[in-house]
């Protein structure tokens, strides 16, 4: 997020085409390809099914679903998930697992990294699997890869939710439900919970577990600096994400110099591994047309916006957050203060700190207890209050 506060000057005129936002290219299965009348179609009603070879995970059988979701300008877009069904069990309940997806590239969304080896954390999957749970993993970047765009994904994991409870061949439609995820996509997930009173008011979440969130874009993007930074591959991809989403209020390219240009172009279709070789140790600087920070409040409330510590609602289903104290890549302060304004709400919350830097550490050690959480929920053991 560093080059956000270096790129942006907020200056709304025409754009030359190579200043316009760099979309992916689009995935050439027609099974992508969103309908023309979408837009006639209600948040979570699914557009079409098929059943998919699930040959890296034992004992599945799986589905892949297309549903209409909703982008943030309140605009119909077509989205999937991707759902792993336990064989011999009946009736399971459901956990829609948000993936970490900091990747720009239509190939590097979970419904093709589930099969291409791109989808680090896939493994991860089986901890849910093996304890006769479904589980449904959505493309929560949206068709665009809008990697960033936070409440995008808390909309497209509701709406999978939704599609999930509509497909009778899946047999979930009264499944207990949880929502998972950790870092990008515990993001998604901790967005779903709060969204969820006023976007998906149906919906009945037994639990949600989500860890290591970047709860203030704004206050990431500023920490970050100017400086070469070995993480820098994955701030860019989240400007150009958000540009993607929001074109005329965060106008990215358009403050690109043509190393820029050429770095957003070289890596718009790419995923993690890609962004963090060829952006580690880059900066903002090297970049950008002009090094001037931002004084833009348009662009400085796109960050806001997608920003869980300057969303006023609280979550109603159980939640359960967990996060690394000493964590240098997504602030503590910022989860701590959201954890404060939602345990003074009256939150059914349990909040568990660990005294550990590393950020991928805390989703390893973190996770085993998440799950507890969540199977505790689903036995319909009340949800303690931990803050």
Known sequence: MAVVGAVLLGTAIPLPASAQPAYPVADPDPFYLAPADLGTLAPGEVVRTRRIDTWMYADTDGWQLAFRSTNSTGNPILAVTTVLLPRGVAHPPLVSYQAIVNSLGTKCAPSRSLFNLELQESPGLYLALERGWAVSVPDHLGPTGAYGAARLGGMITLDGVRAVQRVAELGLADSPVALAGYSGGGMASA????????????????????????????????????????????????????????????????????????????????????LLFHGAFRSAGQLAASTTLSTSATAHQVLRENSLRYFRDTPTAPLYLWHGTLDGLTPYDSVAEVVHRYCAAGARLTFVPYEISEHMTTAVVGFPEAYEYVAARLRGEPAPIRC
């Open 191 to 274: 967005w779903a919970a709060a969204l969820a009173p006023s976007y998906a008011p149906e919906l009945d979440l037994a639990a949600v577990v989500a860890g290591g969130v970047p709860a203030d874009l704004e206050q990431m993007a500023e920490g970050l600096g100017f400086d070469p930074h070995p993480g820098f591959g994955l701030a860019f991809a989240a400007a150009i994400g958000l540009e993607r989403e929001y074109p005329h209020r965060f106008p990215v390219s358009s403050q690109l110099n043509a190393t820029g240009l050429w770095l957003r172009d070289w890596v718009a279709n790419e995923c993690r591994r890609f």
